[in-house]
């Protein structure tokens, strides 16, 4: 340093040019486009899951629908078929228990197979199946705990295993995302959630590791964690517990809970060329709920 001015020994060119070398250096349609390419989606039998599916179906993707459910719900089924057929795209439905390894593996390796026979790649994965359970924790039973580990954490964890072990195989450069919840950052006032939140801290944490490991590879791994949804299930909550809407209203900045179709933006957006530099990230949509006291 000299005369308060920082001075350096190293002789600089005159213009050092930028790097063009990233996916993300494309048109705005094609940041956002899943064109040619099959995603998994687990969960996608009814609620957040079919709605990512229409979401990825928008986005001009193919879609394999997984789910323990033996039928997908006939109403949201009806809507994304009629999406598939009008854009020329796959739209398929597979029951699968997402802890059941072997079948797990085998279904995807299907799911890849089918992918190729039109042209497509098999190229991600949404880890979206999960269960919940509200008791207190002095009351939680053990087998309950566990199961919850079991489905929202082991099951997201072999879902990303096997979509990571064929993209690596077919040197597919591709995403998962795993939904995981502003649960996994705090304590929901007014619910027993123990073993929830305990899951979806553990798929954040899932994600930064496994996002190390499979990183030299090109593939990007993030979570997704939505705030409070409407769904059927949640109404009927609120209808016997009128004190916990009053609680999940007063965090709730925008003055309303989310809905499925808010997360559709979002996880387009983690899966596409658009997020093409983050990886091991958690992408919190919660209507600002974390950010009120």
């Known amino acids: 340093m000299a005369d308060g001015k920082i001075v350096s020994d190293v002789a600089l060119p005159a213009h050092i040019p930028e790097s063009k070398i990233t996916p993300a250096n494309a048109s705005h349609t094609a940041l956002f486009s899943l064109s040619g390419k099959t995603v998994a989606i687990t969960g996608a039998g009814r609620g957040l899951g079919i709605t990512l599916a229409a979401a990825v179906l928008e986005a001009g993707g193919n879609v394999a629908c997984l789910d323990i459910l033996d039928e997908p719900a006939a109403a949201e089924w009806a809507g994304i078929q009629k999406t598939a057929e009008t854009s020329g795209l796959q739209l398929s439905y597979r029951r699968v ?6 079948n797990l593996s085998k279904i995807l390796d299907e799911v890849a197979a089918e992918a190729e026979t039109v042209g497509s790649q098999f190229y991600g994965a949404i880890a979206c199946a999960g269960i919940q359970q509200k008791i207190p924790a002095v009351d939680y039973p053990k087998s309950d705990f566990e199961r919850m580990l079991s489905v929202n954490v082991t099951g ?28 996994g950052d705090i304590a929901n006032r007014g619910l027993t959630c123990s073993a929830y939140n305990t899951s979806k801290a ?63 933006a979002p996880a387009v957006f983690l899966l596409s060329a658009g997020s093409s530099f983050m990886t091991g990230a958690d992408l919190r949509v919660d209507g600002g709920h974390c950010a009120s006291a």
């Not at 690596?168 to 649960?183: D, F, Q």
């Not at 996002?211 to 769904?231: C, F, K, M, V």
């Not at 009927?236 to 809407?245: I, R, S, V, Y």
């Open 202 to 264: 553990a798929v954040q944490q899932l994600c930064r590791s496994v996002a190390q490991e499979w990183g030299q590879y090109g593939i990007r791994i993030n979570t997704l964690s939505p705030g409070y949804i409407r769904t059927a299930m949640t109404d009927a909550l609120l209808a016997t517990n009128p004190d916990l809407e009053r609680i999940w209203m007063a965090g709730a900045l925008l003055n309303r809970l989310g809905a499925p179709e808010d997360f559709k």
């Open 97 to 102: 228990d997402i802890t059941d390894e072997d």
């Open 156 to 183: 997201t964890f072999l879902t990303a295993k096997h979509s990571a072990r064929i993209m690596i195989k077919n040197g597919v450069k591709g995403s998962i995302v795993m939904i995981a919840s502003m649960s």
